[in-house]
């Protein structure tokens, strides 16, 4: 039947990852709508108190509340799911629900993680903050050098933890060894593809366990609502994951779950297209710039390994004035088209200062080991006409002498 095939996998792995984006999960109700229906509940009913039962006894198959089961959400975690390659995906209501979930869900007290130094400022607070709090200890390293990850194993370390461009440095991990590694030592590679999205780089096909996504970023792509999601294989879903979200439960909304279903159908498009203007803006930049982190330029000292793993630069990119504080300030109050937002994937052009904004709370310290100075800015490069973005640029620069 037609209106299940996105729900068939012997159809739906077949199909290429664009047509995936538009069709994987889709199950259309008895109206045969085209667009996904929108089941925004939180219970169910049933015919019969016997059929309850049997729903709770796993006996018969069928919904029993949502946040143990939603078809809108559910939609959307098997469309993730193709498009990453995974067996399985569970969406979460944010990203950072999403990576806490996917790090607490395996792990216990006495277990030992290893994690990028690099990272989204929640991410480290997790592995610097959380974890040890409940008996989890953590080592932090540059996750660039294939030997740091290979010295910092303990007999006890269960997890590698790292996302590959890291926010907002740029810092590239070698996917493929760090995974080989892991698996030599029994360990569970979790990965924060936020930056990239499926469309531009799918993690597992280098080894990866356990990817782990915002999708308030790429996958929403517009700037409207926060969302994660973990894929991994069924047993780590099913049998890891599920027991710990069911009980606790970091749900997505099926509204929320809806807005990404719809922005996954632009990805593809929307990620190649920002990828360009990212590259043609970040040209310009390099000019006039006295430092630029940009995976898709040459001068990146990481940029062969970037463009081996990813299928383009992505919309994101980091340059660092001279000036400090005051000069990146001044450039951001010099803008008139894009945005001081501290978001990224979105379909806006968006720039931040890191170590006032996303990277605050981790303190100076923290920030120079990371590579994050007070002269470092950050770009999202959106779909406007990367003309009218460089003239914005342009003046910026001039008024604050650059
Ligand atoms: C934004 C971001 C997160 C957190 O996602 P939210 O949806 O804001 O909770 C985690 N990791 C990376 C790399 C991010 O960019």
Redesign the pocket.
């Known amino acids: 039947m037609k209106r299940t095939t996105g729900q068939n996998r012997a159809i739906t792995s077949k199909w290429r990852p664009a047509t995936q984006a538009i069709r994987g999960g889709t199950v259309r109700s008895e109206f045969g709508e085209t667009s996904e229906a929108l089941f925004l509940t939180s219970g169910y009913s049933y015919d019969c108190a016997e059929d309850v039962a049997a729903r709770f006894a796993g006996e018969q198959a069928g919904m029993t509340y949502s946040r143990l089961q939603n078809p809108t959400v559910e939609m959307l975690e098997e469309r993730i799911a193709l498009m990453e390659g995974a067996e399985a995906c569970r969406t979460q209501a944010?990203?950072?629900?999403?990576?806490t979930t996917a790090l607490l869900c395996q792990l216990s007290a006495g277990d030992h993680v290893v994690a990028a130094r690099a990272?989204?400022g929640?991410?480290r607070w997790l592995t610097d903050n959380l974890l040890p709090r409940f008996g989890i200890t953590t080592t932090t390293i540059d996750s660039r050098d294939n030997d740091a990850w290979k010295a910092a194993i303990q007999p006890n370390t269960k997890v590698f933890f790292f996302?590959s461009p890291?926010?907002p440095t740029m810092d590239i991990v070698d996917i493929a060894y760090v995974c080989t590694l892991a698996k030599q030592h029994g360990i569970t590679t979790v990965v924060?593809n936020?930056?990239c999205s499926p469309a531009l780089q799918r993690p597992m096909e280098f080894g990866a366990d356990v990817v782990a996504y915002?999708?308030?970023?790429l996958m929403d792509g517009q700037g409207r609502v926060?969302?994660?999601a973990v894929c991994g294989s069924s047993a780590f879903i099913n049998d890891v994951l599920l027991p710990f979200q069911r009980n606790t439960g970091p749900n997505l909304s099926p509204f929320n779950a809806w807005v990404v279903m719809k922005g996954l159908e632009t990805l593809d498009l929307r990620a190649r297209r920002q990828s360009e203007n990212a590259l043609e803006v970040g040209r310009f930049m390099e000019k006039r710039v006295p430092k630029i982190l940009h995976p898709g330029l040459p001068s990146h000292p990481q940029h062969e390994l970037a463009m081996k793993q990813m299928k383009a630069c992505g919309p994101i990119f980091a340059f660092i004035l001279d000036g400090g504080r005051r000069q990146a300030h001044d450039l951001l109050n010099a803008l008139e088209l894009i945005d001081i937002s501290n978001?990224?994937?979105d379909s806006r052009s968006l720039m931040t200062h890191p170590a006032s904004t996303t990277h605050h709370n981790m303190g100076a310290e923290a920030r120079e080991a990371m590579g994050i100075g007070e002269g470092m800015l950050r770009i999202n490069v959106g779909l406007e006409d990367p003309a009218d973005l460089i003239e914005d640029l342009d003046r910026a620069l001039c008024k604050v002498g650059l």
């Not at 915002?214 to 970023?217: L, V």
Request: proline residues 0%; charged residues 10%; hydrophobic residues 50%.
């Open positions: 944010s990203g950072m629900a999403a990576m990272a989204f929640s991410c996302e890291a926010n924060d936020a930056f915002s999708a308030t970023k926060l969302a994660g978001n990224i994937g």
